[in-house]
């Protein structure tokens, strides 16, 4: 079935660098994302959403641009800091009831 | 601010036995919904309920059952336990005006 997927499956930076982790989805009806960080041990939790009606969004330190052209979404974070250093998850929202479909997680490692 | 409650924490059956996950919502929220989580893997969705009723259902085994009770908490119940069934079990909750889900720390199940 249609889901959502991430390209790379790890990314390392350096603390203080701009990390930028990418996710591509095949559900042209899709109208709804949200990034999770998940911590080891821990549950997602949420970052930051988007839907299909804007481009960019931007929170605390975290940007998610969305392009429904190409289907893809990205989440970058400024200045990275030790304490971002988890696994990410795109998801998608898929019918009227609002279940997410996830997409495999990118483990995002800062070093000092 | 509340969050959303899961117990027990770990929990460790023998194969062919039964358990029980439970899930607290966070307060005035109405909507549970419970996922699986495998070693390195995404969380896959099982099933959810709206105001105590199943609204969706995902790859979720006819071993497993759930419920939701007039108090709004959800109740995961496995049985036939089987090796592959250890894993980290989420429940998120919802509730209006957003469509975010918050998620709980986990159940982690292991099946010996």
């Known amino acids: 079935g249609e889901s959502v997927g991430l390209h790379l499956p790890t990314l390392s930076v350096q603390e203080g660098d701009n990390s930028i982790i990418n996710c591509a989805y095949s559900n042209s009806a899709s109208d709804y994302f949200i990034w999770y960080k998940q911590e080891s041990g821990k549950g997602p939790q949420f970052i930051i959403d988007?839907?299909?009606?804007?481009d960019k969004r931007q929170g605390q330190r975290v940007t998610v641009l969305l392009n429904k052209t190409v289907k893809h979404l990205s989440l970058q974070i400024a200045a990275t800091q030790p304490g971002d250093s988890a696994v990410y998850f795109c998801?998608?929202?898929?019918?009227?009831?609002?279940?997410?479909?996830f997409g495999a997680g990118t483990r995002l490692a800062v070093h000092p | 601010a509340a969050g959303v409650i899961q117990s027990p924490r770990h929990l460790i059956k023998e194969k062919r036995e039964t358990a029980t996950l439970k899930c607290y919502p966070i307060p005035r929220h109405d909507t549970v919904y419970w996922y699986q989580q495998g070693p390195g893997q995404d969380p896959q969705f099982l099933i959810s309920?709206?105001?105590?009723?199943?609204?969706d259902k995902g790859s979720i085994p006819d071993r497993f059952s759930a419920q939701q009770f007039s108090d709004y908490h959800s109740e995961l119940n496995m049985s036939s336990l089987e090796l592959g069934d250890s894993a980290l079990y989420f429940c998120?909750?919802?509730?209006?005006?957003?469509?975010?889900?918050?998620f709980g720390p986990g159940t982690r199940l292991t099946v010996l």
């Open positions: 988007i839907r299909s009606n804007m």
């Open positions: 309920f709206y105001e105590k009723m199943q609204s």
């Open positions: 998801a998608e929202i898929q019918g009227g009831y609002n279940k997410l479909i």
């Open positions: 998120a909750t919802q509730g209006a005006p957003t469509d975010t889900q918050y």
